[in-house]
């Protein structure tokens, strides 16, 4: 999602007013820290509001699965 964010060019708070969402819940969900299950309405008007594929939203390129990986590691 972040990278799509920065390919748009928009900041947390546009996202979130296209999206109807509060700032504070794309920050979350972008770090991973959202309290729940993501409903699929909220990734449907993230996709929307990005003009991209919802399955984009859930995919994850090679560096960030590393990331993941060594976080995990780290954290251990």
Do not use: C, V
């Not at 920050?27 to 509001?49: C, K, N, W």
């Not at 919802?54 to 993941?68: G, P, V």
Request: hydrophobic share 40%.
């Amino acid at each position: 999602m972040l990278r799509a964010i920065e390919h748009n060019g928009f900041s947390q708070a546009d996202l979130g007013n296209l999206a109807h969402l509060h700032p504070d819940t794309i920050s979350r969900i972008e770090r991973g820290t959202y309290h729940d299950s993501i409903p699929l309405s909220t990734l449907m008007d993230i996709s929307d509001a990005l003009g991209i594929d919802a399955a984009e939203l859930m995919t994850l390129t090679e560096t960030e699965k590393e990331l993941i990986h060594w976080e995990k590691e780290y954290k251990a």
